[in-house]
């Protein structure tokens, strides 16, 4: 017992270390366009992976100019698992702030474990150009840590974005990632451009459309709706033609807060869920400040009584 003990101690070093590798090109055949695995929030997943969504907070960090419709003060958390392994799991955080002419972002996202993982932060700006166009940008710095000597020290890339309000229910927008050639920094991130649609068609449902463009790789569609089905209730669905994958998902508002969760498959590889909880502040002040002005008027109506 005490011989069998010592060989599994001696062992688990070993295991992390091939669990680690095995990780490490895993991501590099799953994430090879988004190498931290940032995937917005559960709505977007429930979608089939559809960024530019109405009025959404973590659209904003998906195509910056998204920022420009943002009016109220968002913050939200998303965790992420794919295929039902931990290790391969999510953490992000973001934050908007409306300030003055501008909209102001910051996200953080973390993906893997203590002996593999890929953090990106990233602060954002976006603002209305015009009746028609509204533009955003961001600022990205991205690492990544293993147990090998083979550490990321960390690279400084941006992204853009800009929307077209065509229409009062149709917008179509335009978003590239890592605009500057790997070859001034010698750096391995992939270079993205992708286009979207989104058609409002009634108050109750709206479709998307996008078509992503990776450098060195061939484009793949995506395709999203997403419907009020009861009052609060959302239901949603999509496809994502990178990996043949289905997702649906839900969600449900409830005052200031709103809960989404998402499922997306993969044709080899099984299923991705996702959970996000996004606050509006500024309807906690609203609901707040409603609260305190009935309870003023119930106490004057007891007061007018009690003459």
Known sequence: MYFSGTILKQLFPLQKIIVSHLLFFLSLNCLAGDPFCFKGSARETGTGGICLLDNDTWSSFKN???????????????????????????????????????????????????????????????????????????????????????????ILTCEAGVILTIKENLKAGIHLFNPIPNSLRRSGLISELETSVVLKLNESLFAAAEIKMRMGQIMFIKTGFEYDAYRKFKVRGGFNSENNSFCFGIGYEAGPARIDIG????????????????????????????????????INLYEAWQL
């Open 263 to 298: 499922f997306a498959t993969h044709e080899k590889l099984g299923v991705t869920s996702s959970i996000s909880m996004t606050f509006d502040i500024n309807s906690i002040n609203h609901k707040v400040h409603k609260d305190l002005r009935k309870e003023r008027a119930d």
């Open 64 to 154: 910056q100019a998204a920022l420009a419709f943002n009016h109220s003060i968002n913050f939200g958390f998303n965790y992420e698992n794919r295929f039902g392994i931990k290790e391969l799991g999510t953490r992000t955080a973001c934050l908007s702030i409306p300030y003055g002419k501008v909209s102001l972002g910051a996200i953080y996202s973390r993906f893997g474990y203590s002996d593999f993982r890929r953090e990106l932060f990233g602060a954002a700006c976006g603002m209305t150009l015009s009746k028609v166009i509204s533009g955003g940008i961001q600022i990205d710095y991205i690492t990544e840590k293993t147990i090998s000597e083979y550490n990321n020290p960390g």
